[in-house]
């Protein structure tokens, strides 16, 4: 069993900066990818950013050159690190892993997501 655990969600003005944090805990033989996603009102869950265990990363459009992901290994954790933020990041975000277990399968987590709020 896995978990993975977010923290750093919250309010904040427009133009301000938050950062994500999320870490896997539990029977982890590796980590590949790791990433995170968010879901607005009414709206569908979309991928933010997501990055491999090398350090490659891809974002969303909406988000490139504000938003920076980064992970560290040892930790098993995820960070994103959310500048000039804007009403429409509003939504709670949600930390995936794609991971496996010491019993040799892989397998696809969800944290339980994280409120950000950015008002106007």
């Known amino acids: 069993q896995v978990q993975l655990v977010e923290s750093g969600g919250g309010l904040v003005q427009a133009g301000g900066s938050l950062r994500l944090s999320c870490t896997a805990s539990?029977?982890?033989?590796?980590?590949?990818?790791m990433g995170w996603y968010r879901q607005a009102p009414g709206k569908q869950r979309e991928l933010v950013a997501a990055?491999?265990?090398?350090?490659?990363?891809n974002y969303a459009d909406s988000v490139k050159g504000r938003f920076t992901i980064s992970r560290d290994n040892a930790k098993n954790t995820v960070y994103l690190q959310m500048n000039s933020l804007k009403p429409e990041d509003t939504a709670v975000h949600y930390c995936n892993a794609d991971l496996t277990e010491w019993n040799g399968f892989a397998y696809n987590y969800w944290g339980q997501g994280t409120q950000v709020t950015v008002s106007s």
């Open positions: 990055i491999t265990r090398g350090g490659s990363t």
């Open positions: 539990g029977s982890i033989f590796s980590i590949n990818a």
